[in-house]
């Protein structure tokens, strides 16, 4: 099957508008950066009870959306599953824009940004025991390794691609892997101390990864009225539902593991304490329970549209499982003497939504969907528009061009309502 | 090389919060409004935190000071990804806010929750300290004059009077010791050098039944208790 690609045209007035809302929202996330620079992180909804906020959320989320995205293009590049070519593009591009999103969020919540470099430092002013310095290695390599593979990709050096493609499959893996760890091997705070968080990390990242890359797919093909095998959704659907019962496996024993023995407080306040919504709407409702009903529904399995909407509800309920692990994972009191802690020491922290934390993070998104935008104007990412099927739907052609204004503003809704879903 | 360590007599202590105080002063550490001490945006050194347990009329509170622990082996030395906290050769941790990206990793990984982030520009007059110069050549007593927002602070066991002291040739535990062990009214709180044998902390440790902070994590603190 020989498949050649094309840059959508953006010239409608819809994609214009587009455009021109995401670069607002850009500089909105310009200003936000500055105003929590220039002020201080207090306009922020973070305090020592609850360190990290909205920006590591997000940070670990993206990561592990681009390292998903990045496992998936491996159908396409690496195993050669013709079926997948379409999206393998896609796939590789997602994986690189969406990552550097992650690297955004992650300098601007640095206290003293200008500083990010000592992470950069091996060895000599930096101290390799910490896995945030570990993690410079694997993140600064990942975004060259995508740079190169994206590269091969457009260039259709299939071999190339392929071992780079291993390579970067292997890396992304390492990657998410060593983001849980920054968290799993943290043995004072009782909720994410746990030696199964690295696979947890990679195994939502699949999850959350697969179905942003089936929602993208879905949405970028309907709006520059490309036809799409319907096969391609369902069988990437199939794959879905596999990683999300191997995350349900995972969350089941992490769990089972921290309330089993006595020294149970942390899984307590993560079911029950003030941040219980988190974990089960988000994380077990949105993140597994409903999608693997819709993906094991009779009906709704073969439809695309029942996979897509499986699809949104992972890509929010990973998001709340991201939330879930690093708001009540450090509001939970520690106890340092036996008995209550009274006052302000004793109190689980409390993490409110802040205005400029919240732009900054919606900013964050709009800039990846921004330079995604761009990159299908001017890169060849999707497949090139079938010139034997254009004639043969000619009424609804003719009806989606007419359309065709409206239904990319539509786009643009529908991934605003996602981002602030995600917000 | 000394090993500095203290020893808190919980007996001895009555809550009164003067070592807070004292280091607030001492250290210039900012004093946050009542806003910012609810939300927990307060930089703290020290604090001393209550604990009560059972219910009356058998209800027991206690007072807990709690400076910086100085754990020998201190998970936020670990995780900081910087070196901007560290072990001196003394074993006091120290926060260096010149190396500080402020990340935060060491907030989440201590298990005493004895560090603070400084959240803002804090008022000019509530870190400067005319009567300690610094001068970059030797560190000077007081080696960071300005205080930055941005990075994560701590107690440093007041390791500028030691050093100070030291220099001149004080005994420290005797005429030097930290602000918070200077200022308490009960002398609940005893400085020195736990490798010394005959210095106080050493004696108490030999004579009286202590413990530590969450010792099931073996991080060794440097800060003991004396049962109340």
Not at chain 1, 125 to 150: C, D, E, K, P, R
Not at chain 1, 230 to 249: D, M, T
Not at chain 1, 276 to 283: E, T
Not at chain 2, 6 to 28: F, H, P, R, T, Y
Request: glycine share 8%.
């Amino acid at each position: 099957m020989d498949l050649t690609y094309s840059p959508i045209e953006g010239k409608s007035r819809g994609y214009r508008i587009m455009v021109a809302i995401l670069g607002v929202m850009v500089a909105v996330m310009v200003t936000s950066f500055l105003v929590a620079y220039l002020s201080g992180l207090q306009v922020w909804g973070i305090s020592d009870a609850v360190p990290w906020g909205q920006l590591i959320t997000f940070d670990i989320y993206f990561i592990g959306l681009s390292a998903g995205a990045i496992v998936v293009s491996g159908l396409s590049y690496v195993l050669r599953r013709e079926e997948y070519k379409p999206i393998g593009r896609i796939a590789v591009l997602m994986g690189l824009l969406i990552f550097t999103g992650a690297m955004v969020c992650v300098l601007v919540d640095l206290g003293r940004p200008e500083k990010f470099w000592r992470l950069f430092m091996y060895g000599y002013l930096n101290n390799m025991t910490s896995m945030f310095a570990l993690n410079s290695i694997w993140y600064g390599g990942y975004i060259l390794l995508m740079l190169i593979y994206l590269w091969l990709a457009l260039e259709n050096k299939t071999k190339l691609a392929m071992i780079i493609g291993t390579i970067d499959v292997l890396w992304a893996i390492g990657v998410h892997s060593f983001t849980g760890a920054i968290f799993g091997l943290i043995g004072t705070r009782e909720i994410l101390f746990s030696p199964i968080k690295p696979f947890e990390f990679i195994t939502a990242a699949l999850t959350s990864g697969t179905a942003l890359l089936i929602i993208v797919v879905v949405a970028a093909f309907k709006f520059t009225n490309r036809s799409l095998d319907k096969k391609v959704i369902l069988s990437l659907g199939r794959l879905l539902s596999i990683i999300i019962i191997v995350l349900l496996v995972m969350v089941f024993f992490d769990k089972l593991t921290h309330i089993y023995f006595p020294h149970r407080a942390g899984a307590l306040f993560l079911f029950t304490g003030r941040y219980w919504w988190l974990f089960w709407i988000f994380q077990i409702g949105m993140g597994l329970i409903i999608p693997l009903i819709i993906l094991f529904h009779p009906k709704a399995s073969r439809s695309v549209k029942g996979v897509v909407i499986a699809s949104i509800s992972v890509v929010i309920g990973v998001l709340g499982e991201r939330a879930a692990l690093v708001i009540p994972g450090t509001a939970q009191v520690q106890q340092l003497y036996p008995g209550t802690i009274e006052g302000v020491w004793g109190t689980a922290g409390v993490f409110p939504i802040a205005f400029w934390e919240t732009t900054l993070s919606l900013g964050i998104i709009s800039l990846i969907v921004l330079l995604f935008v761009l990159a299908l104007k001017y890169l060849d990412i999707l497949p090139a528009k079938e010139s034997k099927e254009a004639p043969e739907p000619t009424g609804e052609s003719v009806a989606t061009n007419e359309e065709s204004g409206d239904s990319i503003a539509a786009n643009e809704v529908a991934g605003e309502s996602v981002a602030t879903n995600e917000g | 090389m000394a090993r500095w360590g203290m020893v808190i007599d919980l007996d001895k202590c009555v809550g009164c919060q003067s070592c807070s105080v004292a280091c607030k002063a001492e250290n210039n550490v900012p004093h946050g409004s009542a806003t910012e001490q609810r939300q927990r945006r307060e930089i703290y050194w020290n604090r001393v935190i209550a604990v009560s347990e059972g219910e009356y009329p058998t209800a027991r509170l206690e007072f807990i000071p709690m400076p910086c622990m100085h754990c020998e082996d201190a998970p936020c030395v670990t995780v900081c990804p910087a070196k901007a906290t560290y072990h001196r050769d003394d074993g006091i941790v120290i926060q260096d806010f010149r190396r500080c990206i402020g990340c935060r990793y060491c907030l989440i990984a201590c298990p005493y929750g004895v560090r603070s982030f400084n959240f803002k520009d804090q008022q000019e007059e509530e870190y400067h300290r005319p009567d300690l110069p610094p001068t970059r050549a030797d560190r000077g007593a007081w080696p960071f004059p300005q205080r930055v927002r941005g990075v994560v602070e701590k107690c440093t066991f007041c390791f500028h009077r030691i050093d100070q002291g030291l220099k001149e040739g004080k005994k420290i535990g005797i005429d030097v010791v930290p602000a918070c062990v200077e200022a308490c009214p009960s002398k609940a709180r005893i400085f020195g050098d736990l490798d010394d044998p005959n210095s106080e902390v050493s004696r108490l440790l030999a004579t009286r039944g202590s413990f530590r902070l969450r010792e099931e994590l073996s991080t060794h603190p440097k800060v003991f208790y004396l049962h109340g």
